[in-house]
């Protein structure tokens, strides 16, 4: 299949906000109070929604989303992390949202074509970010447990941040301020709630970095299974 | 990316003439359709209608705006839209997404908010500046025991400022519960007077 740049970039951006949806619908029936099943579900559904516009304006939303193998996927590794438990969700939320917000801020602000969905699904990411904070400042200045969870959670996820600056085809930002701002953001929630800044890579070796070029971590090869299963074994099939 | 067509039955009658009161007589029509999980509240009044265009041959094409970008409710929408419209005689609706200019709350109406805070749900406040209005929980350990520490937070102020108000008794003493309800667009709360939980439409 050959691409033009701007349904590569599509691509990206829309199998980030698929894949983050899929992890977060897994949370439905086990989350730990009934608000928190309410609201990851409510983002997982405004993420689906972000990627069926993205995935559209690349192809067909339900070929590329049910019939695509492993190695075609263009994700960030961060979103397909799994969810563990509620502290790494919550940094998953806290890292990527963080990123999501401003680099839509910048897409909407822009005049491309991707500046009317940007417009509309930074105002329901700002949400998601607010979330993730609330909970960060919650668990990590909360009980000696949750502090060390959160912590934990932190300093596992940060070597898969650094994937998310990578320039994307396309996608006409300047990354090096994106990921200066996301830094700052970031940094300062994390000193809000007690938690230090972790400090390990967050590029180079020993750090993430090729969901972009399709190289993916083991738990995605599962996740998907779970997210085609039904597609392919019952082809065609509707309601 | 929905698309609805009703089939051709009849060759059409419409004119391209005149469209203005022809399209402002559909636009009504499309416009009274009530919204599918708030059925006291019409398209028209929930803003998310942004035009109706009659095409050659008796076509007609609406545009619809969601209200957030995985809204389930706007297949629902169009295939209402495209119904009532055939029901009128419109041989053929298109009832086509469109996102931008993105739409926000202050697109409710004024009507559309009576009949929300009738309907028991608090209606989304005016906003000043555009995205969500800063909210938090309560204080955490380290706030609770030196609040000054606690400086940098965003304040509350336009919390305070504009209160929302409980739509049973109307106090302006309420709580958030959670800032994600029932559907997308909603957020938790309860009222510190009346003691009932209530739905707020959250600012977007």
Known sequence: ?????????????????????????????????LEEEVALANIALDLL???????????????????????????????????????????????????????????????????????????????????????????????????????????????????????????????????????????????????????GPRSGAWTAGAGRQGLHTEPFGRMLAEMQHLHRSHPGASW | ???????????????????????????RLAGSVPDPELPVLSLEELGVLRAVHVRGGGAVEVELTPTYTGCPAVEAMSADIARVLHEHGVPQVTVQTVLSPAWTTDDISDEGRRKLREFGIAPPRTQRATGPVPISL?????????????????????????????????????????????TACKALRRCLSCREPFDHFKEL
């Open chain 1, 1 to 33: 299949m050959t691409v033009t740049a701007g349904s590569a970039a599509a691509l990206a951006l829309g199998d980030d906000a698929l894949v983050l949806s899929h992890r977060l619908g897994e949370w439905a029936g086990k989350a730990p109070v």
């Open chain 1, 49 to 199: 929604g972000q990627a069926r516009v993205l995935l559209s304006m690349a192809g067909d939303e339900d070929e590329l989303a049910y019939l695509r193998e492993e190695r075609a996927f263009r994700n960030l590794q961060l979103v397909e992390q799994p969810n563990g438990d509620f502290a790494h969700t919550i940094a998953r939320q806290l890292y990527f949202s963080t990123y999501q917000r401003l680099l839509y801020a910048e897409l909407a602000a822009g005049d491309g074509e991707f500046a009317p969905l940007a417009a509309k699904a930074v105002k329901e990411v700002t949400y998601h970010q607010d979330h993730a904070e609330q909970w960060t400042l919650r668990l990590g200045d909360g009980t000696a447990e949750s502090h060390q969870r959160m912590r934990r959670a932190c300093e596992a996820l940060w070597r898969y941040t650094g994937e998310m600056f990578q320039p994307v085809e396309g996608v006409d930002v300047n990354w090096s301020d994106l990921e200066t701002s996301w830094l700052e953001s970031v940094s300062a929630v994390l000193r809000r709630a007690t938690l230090d800044v972790p400090e």
């Open chain 2, 1 to 27: 990316m929905v698309t609805r067509t009703t089939p051709i039955e009849e060759e059409a009658t419409l004119l391209g003439e005149e469209t203005t009161v022809l399209e402002e007589e559909l636009r």
């Open chain 2, 138 to 182: 309560g204080p955490t350990r380290t706030a609770a025991r030196a609040p000054d520490r606690m400086a940098d937070a965003p304040p509350d102020a336009s919390l305070e400022a504009d209160p929302v108000r409980c739509p049973h008794c109307g106090s302006a003493d309420t709580e958030l519960l959670s800032r994600f309800s029932s």
